[in-house]
Protein backbone atom coordinates (compact mmCIF):
# COMPACT_ATOMS: atom_id res chain seq x y z
CA UNK A 1 0.00 0.00 0.00
CA UNK A 2 1.74 3.24 -1.13
CA UNK A 3 -0.02 5.80 1.54
CA UNK A 4 0.22 3.07 4.49
CA UNK A 5 2.49 4.26 7.22
CA UNK A 6 3.09 0.65 8.51
CA UNK A 7 3.79 -0.56 5.03
CA UNK A 8 6.60 1.89 4.89
CA UNK A 9 7.98 1.28 8.34
CA UNK A 10 8.50 -2.39 7.05
CA UNK A 11 9.72 -1.27 3.90
CA UNK A 12 12.28 -0.09 5.82
CA UNK A 13 11.22 3.86 4.45
CA UNK A 14 10.82 5.11 7.84
CA UNK A 15 12.21 4.34 10.97
CA UNK A 16 10.98 2.56 13.76
CA UNK A 17 12.63 1.02 16.74
CA UNK A 18 11.96 -2.63 15.61
CA UNK A 19 11.97 -5.87 18.62
CA UNK A 20 10.68 -8.52 16.29
CA UNK A 21 9.90 -9.25 12.26
CA UNK A 22 9.61 -12.30 10.23
CA UNK A 23 8.42 -13.42 6.85
CA UNK A 24 4.49 -12.46 7.94
CA UNK A 25 4.79 -10.41 10.97
CA UNK A 26 6.64 -6.96 12.05
CA UNK A 27 6.82 -5.68 15.54
CA UNK A 28 8.03 -2.12 17.03
CA UNK A 29 7.67 0.37 19.98
CA UNK A 30 5.23 2.83 19.71
CA UNK A 31 6.28 6.12 19.45
CA UNK A 32 3.49 7.35 22.01
CA UNK A 33 3.89 4.57 24.72
CA UNK A 34 1.20 3.88 27.62
CA UNK A 35 4.11 2.35 29.41
CA UNK A 36 7.49 1.45 29.07
CA UNK A 37 7.82 -1.81 26.37
CA UNK A 38 4.19 -0.81 24.67
CA UNK A 39 4.69 -2.87 21.08
CA UNK A 40 2.93 -2.55 18.16
CA UNK A 41 3.00 -5.71 16.13
CA UNK A 42 1.26 -6.04 12.79
CA UNK A 43 0.49 -8.10 9.63
CA UNK A 44 2.98 -7.68 6.82
CA UNK A 45 0.21 -7.78 4.67
CA UNK A 46 -1.56 -4.89 3.85
CA UNK A 47 -5.01 -4.92 5.55
CA UNK A 48 -6.89 -1.90 6.75
CA UNK A 49 -8.96 -3.09 10.05
CA UNK A 50 -8.99 -6.69 11.86
CA UNK A 51 -12.10 -7.37 10.08
CA UNK A 52 -10.31 -7.19 6.47
CA UNK A 53 -7.42 -9.54 7.76
CA UNK A 54 -7.02 -12.89 6.09
CA UNK A 55 -7.29 -15.67 9.09
CA UNK A 56 -3.56 -16.93 8.11
CA UNK A 57 -2.57 -13.49 8.70
CA UNK A 58 -4.07 -13.43 12.24
CA UNK A 59 -2.73 -16.83 13.36
CA UNK A 60 0.94 -15.67 12.39
CA UNK A 61 0.24 -12.35 14.26
CA UNK A 62 -1.25 -14.66 17.46
CA UNK A 63 1.99 -16.37 17.69
CA UNK A 64 4.57 -13.63 17.25
CA UNK A 65 1.88 -11.60 19.67
CA UNK A 66 2.67 -14.77 22.48
CA UNK A 67 6.19 -14.63 22.24
CA UNK A 68 7.01 -11.00 21.96
CA UNK A 69 4.80 -10.30 24.82
CA UNK A 70 6.62 -12.32 27.39
CA UNK A 71 9.62 -10.50 26.10
CA UNK A 72 8.77 -7.16 26.51
CA UNK A 73 6.99 -8.25 30.06
CA UNK A 74 10.45 -9.57 31.15
CA UNK A 75 12.71 -6.77 29.35
CA UNK A 76 10.62 -4.00 31.37
CA UNK A 77 9.43 -5.66 34.59
CA UNK A 78 5.83 -5.47 33.75
CA UNK A 79 3.11 -7.55 35.88
CA UNK A 80 0.77 -7.76 32.53
CA UNK A 81 -0.23 -6.63 30.01
CA UNK A 82 -3.39 -5.79 27.98
CA UNK A 83 -3.56 -6.16 24.15
CA UNK A 84 -5.46 -4.29 22.18
CA UNK A 85 -6.88 -3.51 19.01
CA UNK A 86 -8.62 -0.71 17.38
CA UNK A 87 -10.92 -1.28 14.22
CA UNK A 88 -12.55 1.98 12.23
CA UNK A 89 -12.15 6.31 12.90
CA UNK A 90 -14.77 5.37 15.66
CA UNK A 91 -12.64 2.92 17.94
CA UNK A 92 -9.44 5.43 17.54
CA UNK A 93 -7.70 3.71 14.92
CA UNK A 94 -5.50 5.89 13.47
CA UNK A 95 -3.30 4.17 11.24
CA UNK A 96 -5.63 1.96 8.75
CA UNK A 97 -3.40 -1.30 8.69
CA UNK A 98 -4.62 -3.79 11.26
CA UNK A 99 -2.21 -3.37 14.09
CA UNK A 100 -2.30 -5.02 17.83
CA UNK A 101 -1.18 -3.06 20.79
CA UNK A 102 0.80 -5.09 23.48
CA UNK A 103 0.75 -2.78 26.68
CA UNK A 104 2.88 -3.66 29.80
CA UNK A 105 1.39 -3.18 32.90
CA UNK A 106 2.48 -2.44 36.38
CA UNK A 107 0.26 -2.35 39.85
CA UNK A 108 -0.53 1.22 40.33
CA UNK A 109 -0.09 2.26 36.80
CA UNK A 110 -3.45 4.39 36.76
CA UNK A 111 -4.34 2.93 33.37
CA UNK A 112 -7.89 2.22 34.04
CA UNK A 113 -9.73 0.32 31.34
CA UNK A 114 -13.68 -0.46 30.57
CA UNK A 115 -15.37 0.82 33.16
CA UNK A 116 -19.29 0.29 31.78
CA UNK A 117 -22.31 0.22 33.87
CA UNK A 118 -24.22 -2.77 34.12
CA UNK A 119 -27.22 -2.99 31.62
CA UNK A 120 -30.31 -4.34 31.68
CA UNK A 121 -31.18 -5.51 27.83
CA UNK A 122 -27.63 -8.37 27.99
CA UNK A 123 -30.26 -11.14 27.04
CA UNK A 124 -31.32 -9.26 24.20
CA UNK A 125 -27.79 -8.05 22.50
CA UNK A 126 -26.58 -12.06 23.25
CA UNK A 127 -29.33 -13.23 21.28
CA UNK A 128 -29.17 -10.68 18.32
CA UNK A 129 -25.04 -11.22 18.61
CA UNK A 130 -26.00 -15.22 17.85
CA UNK A 131 -28.28 -14.42 15.48
CA UNK A 132 -26.12 -12.48 13.00
CA UNK A 133 -23.19 -15.35 13.38
CA UNK A 134 -25.72 -17.71 12.28
CA UNK A 135 -26.19 -15.92 9.00
CA UNK A 136 -23.11 -14.76 8.87
Known amino acids: M????FCKIIAGEISSHKVYEDENVFAFLDIKPVNPGHVLVIPKRHS????????????HVMKA??????????????????????????????????????????????RDLWH????????????EIRGELLEG
Open 2 to 5: LDCL
Open 48 to 59: ATLLETSDEDLI
Open 65 to 110: IKKIAAAAMRAVGAEGFNLGVNTGAVADQVVFHTHFQIMPRFSGDG
Open 116 to 127: GEEREDLVQIAE
